[in-house]
């Protein structure tokens, strides 16, 4: 029995040990959103640079989705920091992360961004309704009192007010956390107005056509822009930020009457607009040097704030009382769950 036990203490201290030196990792680790990718770059310069004790963080990108699996899969060197989101994290990967030892999970509202629709420049300029963007986009829809398949073929159908342009809807795939916002903000809103049919729940809405109209890019951004340029008569899906930094190819669609920009998003005039968020692993803070600090430093006014390098980058800023919350949440390691 006493050497049983000798053993069992000896296998421990060895797990222990072992342990030790994958979280003995300088850098840190941070993957997700495509959209907060160019934030999150620009943000780890900026503290590589005032920060000389700690390395420049790593920033890769992969979706939204994707960083999320990658941040629950553990604690230690093979697991991720930060994943960035452009949703909130949902209640099946609170229980990855849970069913994996990730137990203090820190939700940091970074700021905001908008979801837009761009064509290409050298096309017609588009002014959409929700509705009028379900009706292009759904598998189905109601037409003389039948739920029929989806016959439209040409925006001018849905409302002779649009353009005559084919349909092409190039739209993020399932692993973005841009799909989430486009189905909630677009298409239930759109199929809402249009008239659910009884017997039919909310998933009605959200199930795209299959017959080629609906392109669904699991890429970034940059995939489906190069989409528009082939196919000329397409319309993308992109965030503010992306758009802005291409307004040399793109035009950008208005929404119930009202154009995306950082005011209007701002503002909250805009109607397709979502939080973006960082998702911080508890159990590294003050083991993977700088984790915190660099959580602060993107916290602070100077970065992301009005007038910040981060809004020229195009986020748009958290308010400042939104702002002094989230930095007490912060560093009080408020915790999801």
Not at 143 to 151: A, E, Q, S
Not at 193 to 198: C, L, T
Not at 231 to 237: T, Y
Request: glycine share 10%.
């Amino acid at each position: 029995m006493t050497i049983n036990k000798s053993l069992t203490a000896l296998t421990i201290a060895a797990a222990l040990s072992a342990s030790l030196p994958a979280m003995a990792r300088d850098t840190i680790q941070i993957a997700g959103s495509s959209t907060i990718l160019p934030f999150s770059s620009v943000a780890a310069e900026e503290f590589g640079h005032a920060y000389a004790q700690f390395r420049t963080p790593v920033v890769g990108s992969g979706g939204t989705g994707g960083g999320l699996r990658q941040f629950c899969q553990g604690v230690g060197l093979n697991t991720l920091d930060i994943a960035a989101a452009s949703r909130p994290i949902r209640d099946n990967e609170i229980k990855a992360c849970q069913d994996n030892n990730v137990k203090q999970v820190l939700e940091v509202r970074l700021g905001y961004d908008g979801i837009v629709f761009a064509s290409n420049a050298a096309r017609d300029n588009f002014a959409l309704t929700a509705e009028q963007v379900f009706a292009a986009t759904a598998e189905k829809i109601v037409k003389d009192g039948k739920l029929v398949n989806n016959p439209y073929t040409n925006w001018s159908q849905i409302d002779s007010a649009l353009p005559s342009q084919e349909i092409t809807l190039v739209i993020p795939a399932s692993n973005h956390g841009t799909r989430e916002v486009f189905e909630e903000r677009l298409l239930k809103t759109g199929c809402e107005a249009a008239g659910i049919p009884a017997g039919m729940d909310k998933d009605f809405c959200t199930s795209v056509r299959t017959d080629g109209r609906v392109i669904e890019v699991a890429g970034d951004y940059t995939e489906t822009l190069t989409r528009l340029q082939v196919q000329q008569e397409a319309l993308g899906v992109f965030g503010l930020n992306f758009y802005e930094q291409n307004r040399d190819r793109l035009q950008v669609a208005s929404i119930d009457g009202v154009v995306p920009s950082l005011d209007t998003i701002g503002s909250g005039e805009y109607p397709v607009s979502r939080p973006l968020f960082f998702y911080v692993k508890g159990e590294h803070i003050g083991v993977v040097p700088g984790l915190s600090e660099f959580i602060e430093y993107f916290l602070s006014d100077a970065v992301s704030g009005y007038g910040s390098p981060l809004e020229e980058a195009g986020l748009i800023p958290l308010g400042d009382d939104e702002r002094a919350g989230i930095q007490a949440d912060f560093s009080a390691r408020k915790s999801i769950r």
